[in-house]
Every structure is written in structure tokens, then in C-alpha cells.
């Protein structure tokens, strides 16, 4: 049973910086993809980043690309999410999912989602 734990939120100042992590645990990753997505108070999910478990491929949507960067660190089956010149809009729940083949950004095509973890820039 594939099992995602996300940590690391917490609150910080506009211009900051976080790193968010997600363990991984239940199978072989290798033939995975895992994204980041994010989700505000009376909002959709958003998608974040994503990345094969097995490649160094990533993509970002325009509203984070360059500040954000997805990582992985295979001895310890974990993905993080850098998160550097963080804005007050990045406010939410942000949690890791997991998928099966290539990497995707929407949210309805991944299978496994962790509990997610709470992101507040303040002003």
C-alpha cells in the first residue's frame, strides 16, 4: 500500500524560503511520477511540480517556475519541494501525490495523495 507523509509547512514571512518533504513508503517508486500539488480556501488544487521517481525531468506552471524546485533523494524514498521567494498567494495546503507512468499536472490523474501539509506566507 503506497504511503505519502508530508512535512516541513509551516508559517513564514514574504521572500522566504521552505522546504517541504514527502517520505514515501509501500513499493518500488521507479516507475512513477510525483507531483506536488497545492490547494487555498474556496480554490481548486493547483498543480506545483512534477517529476519522474527514475528521471530528471521536472515541470512547473508559470506561477512558480523559478522559485520552486522538486527533488527527490532515492536512498531515502523522498521528494522535496524548495521553496524559495515565497509570496503571500502561495498560502495553502500543499500535498504530495504519487502516479503510475509519466508525470502529469492534473490532479484527477494521480492515484495516491498524501495528508497534506499547511503553507502560510504572511505579508
Known amino acids: 500500500q503506497v504511503q505519502l507523509v508530508e512535512s516541513g509547512g509551516g508559517l513564514v514571512q514574504a521572500g522566504g524560503s521552505l522546504r517541504l518533504s514527502c517520505a514515501a513508503s509501500g513499493r518500488t517508486f521507479s516507475n512513477y511520477a510525483i507531483g506536488w500539488f497545492r490547494q487555498a480556501p474556496g480554490k481548486e488544487r493547483e498543480f506545483v511540480a512534477a517529476m519522474l521517481w527514475s528521471g530528471n525531468n521536472t515541470i512547473y506552471p508559470d506561477s512558480v517556475k523559478g522559485r520552486f524546485t522538486i527533488s527527490r533523494d532515492n536512498a531515502k524514498n523522498t521528494v522535496y519541494l524548495q521553496m524559495n521567494s515565497l509570496k503571500p498567494e502561495d498560502t495553502a495546503v500543499y500535498y504530495c501525490?504519487?502516479?503510475?507512468?509519466?508525470?502529469?499536472?492534473?490532479?484527477?490523474?494521480?492515484?495516491?495523495w498524501g495528508q497534506g501539509t499547511q503553507v502560510t506566507v504572511s505579508s
Open positions: 501525490a504519487a502516479k503510475w507512468g509519466v508525470y502529469s499536472g492534473s490532479s484527477r490523474s494521480y492515484d495516491h
